[in-house]
C-alpha cells in the first residue's frame, strides 16, 4: 500500500477523510518535472522494433504516447483518488518494485476480499493485445477503467470518477496539458492510462547485454542455465520465446490434473471447452526475477520451486500441451517429461532467469509514484 500519500494523516488505511473535505491547500499534490519527461521520444531498441516476430505481437492500439499524457497517466495510476475510500492506486497492487507485479499472491484491493488471481506484471505491452490471465480482454483501451470499477478493486463509481478529479488542484491542469482543455472525462482518462502503460519499456537487462558481448559477463551457473533453457529438451523456449520471452498462445502446463476442479479453470472456465481447462497466458519472462510469487494464482514462492516443478512435477493432465511430453510432438495429454534436472542444472536455470531482470524498472523516475 502506498503510504506517502497520506502523510498529513499518518500511514493508515481508510484513514484520510475523502478529498471533498479537504481544503485544496491540504491535498497531498503530485510533484512532477517540468518540463515533462520525453515520453514520446523514448521507443524500443531497433532490434525489437525490427524484429519480424514481435510485429505481428503488435498491440498498441491507436493511443498514441505524448509527454503531458504519459505523464497525466503516471499521476492517475498512482493516485489513491482513483479508489472510492481513496486507499488503493493501481500502484498498490501493480508495484513498481516488483516491475509492476504483486508481491501478495492474492491482491486485495478496498473491500478486503481477495482477487482469485496473482496481479501480473506491467511492461512491454505493446506486444499483447490479449489481457489477463484467461486473455478474456482485447485492447488496453477496453482493460484500464475495469479495476476502477471493480467492487473489490478500487470500487468508485465510475461516473462520479471526472467530478472527483476535476475537484482537485492539480487534474484540470494536468488535462489541460495532455488534451487541450481542462476537461475530465472517463474517455481521456483512459487514454492516459494507456499511454502511461505503454510507456513502461523494459529491455536492459544482464541478458540483453550478454546479447550485445557474447555473454562474456555470464557466471559459469548462469551460462549453464541458458543452455537448458533454449537446449531444446526443456522446451522452455518454445512458449516463453523471442526477445520477450512471450507467446501470445496460451497454453496448459500442468498444475494441475484438473485446474476447474481446483478452483480456476482459467480460459476453460470461459469457454467451458475441457481442452481449455487451466489454459492460461503464457507470460513474459522479463523481470522474472521480481515478480514473485509465481503462477495464475501466485502458488510458487520462487525460482527455484518454479524450475523443480518443471522438473520434476509437471501433472498428467487430460491435454497437457505436447511440449511436455517425452519427445514433445504429437497429441496433447501425452505422459508428462521428467526432466530431472540435477542440482547445478536448476540453480543455473534459476540464476539465468534472473539475468533477465531490469531493475531500472524499479526505480525509473519516469514510471514511480509522483506522490
Ligand atoms: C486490487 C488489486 C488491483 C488493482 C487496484 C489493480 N489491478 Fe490490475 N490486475 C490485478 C489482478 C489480480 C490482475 C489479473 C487478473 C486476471 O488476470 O484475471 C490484473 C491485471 C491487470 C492487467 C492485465 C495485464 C496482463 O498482462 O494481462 C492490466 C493491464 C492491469 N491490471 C492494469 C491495471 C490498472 C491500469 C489499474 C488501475 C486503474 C489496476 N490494474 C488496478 C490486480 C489489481
Ligand atoms: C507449453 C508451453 C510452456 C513451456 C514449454 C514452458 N512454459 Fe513456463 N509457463 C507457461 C504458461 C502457460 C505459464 C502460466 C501458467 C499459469 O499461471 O497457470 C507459465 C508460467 C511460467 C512461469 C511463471 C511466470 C510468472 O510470472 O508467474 C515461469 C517462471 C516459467 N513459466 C518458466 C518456465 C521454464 C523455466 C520453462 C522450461 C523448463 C517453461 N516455463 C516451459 C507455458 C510454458
Not at 16 to 34: A, G, K, R
Not at 82 to 88: E, G, I, Q, T
Not at 229 to 258: A, K, M, W, Y
Request: charged residues 20%; proline residues 8%; contains cysteine.
Amino acid at each position: 500500500m502506498f503510504c506517502s500519500g497520506l502523510f498529513l494523516f499518518g500511514c493508515k488505511q481508510n484513514a484520510m477523510p475523502p478529498s471533498e473535505t479537504l481544503t485544496p491547500d491540504m491535498q497531498v499534490v503530485p510533484v512532477l518535472p517540468d518540463p515533462p519527461l520525453p515520453y514520446s521520444q523514448w521507443n524500443f531498441p531497433d532490434a525489437w522494433l525490427d524484429d519480424p516476430a514481435l510485429g505481428l505481437f503488435g498491440g498498441g492500439g491507436d493511443i498514441e504516447i505524448t509527454d503531458a499524457g504519459a505523464t497525466l497517466g503516471r499521476v492517475l495510476f498512482h493516485d489513491t483518488r482513483l479508489s472510492a475510500d481513496h486507499s488503493v492506486s493501481c500502484g498498490t497492487c501493480h508495484q513498481p518494485s516488483h516491475a509492476f507485479a504483486d508481491a501478495n499472491p492474492a491482491s486485495v484491493g478496498i473491500s478486503g476480499v481477495p482477487l482469485t488471481r496473482n496481479a501480473p506484471g506491467l511492461f512491454n505491452l505493446r506486444y499483447q493485445r490479449r489481457l489477463f490471465w484467461d486473455l478474456r480482454v482485447v485492447g488496453l483501451e477496453n482493460q484500464v477503467l475495469q479495476p476502477i470499477g471493480h467492487p473489490d478493486e478500487m470500487g468508485m463509481d465510475l461516473d462520479a470518477l471526472p467530478g472527483r478529479l476535476a475537484e482537485t488542484t492539480y487534474y484540470p491542469e494536468l488535462f489541460e496539458d495532455a488534451f487541450g482543455d481542462p476537461q475530465v472525462n472517463l474517455d481521456r482518462i483512459m487514454d492516459a492510462l494507456v499511454q502511461f502503460l505503454l510507456s513502461i519499456r523494459t529491455y536492459q537487462s544482464r541478458y540483453d547485454a550478454g546479447l550485445a558481448n557474447g555473454f562474456a559477463d555470464f557466471t559459469e551457473s548462469e551460462m549453464l542455465g541458458k543452455e537448458v533453457f533454449f537446449n531444446g529438451e526443456s522446451r522452455c523456449n518454445q512458449c516463453h520465446s523471442g526477445l520477450n520471452f512471450f507467446s501470445t498462445q496460451p497454453f496448459i502446463n500442468g498444475l494441475e490434473v484438473d485446474y476447474a476442479a481446483a478452483g480456476d479453470g482459467g480460459i476453460g472456465s470461459l469457454t467451458g471447452n475441457a481442452d481449455d481447462d487451466g489454459r492460461f497466458k503464457t507470460v513474459s519472462l522479463r523481470n522474472v526475477g521480481l515478480t514473485a510469487p509465481y503462477m495464475h494464482d501466485g502458488r510458487f514462492e520462487d525460482l527455484r520451486a518454479v524450475v523443480d516443478f518443471y522438473s520434476d512435477s509437471i501433472q498428467p493432465h487430460p491435454f497437457l500441451d505436447e511440449r511436455f511430453s517425452e519427445n514433445g510432438i504429437g497429441p496433447p495429454g501425452q505422459e508428462p517429461y521428467r526432466l530431472e534436472l540435477t542440482e547445478a542444472e536448476r540453480e543455473g536455470l534459476v540464476a539465468f532467469l534472473h539475468t533477465l531482470s531490469d531493475t531500472t524498472i524499479r526505480t525509473n523516475p519516469a514510471f514511480s509514484s509522483p506522490f
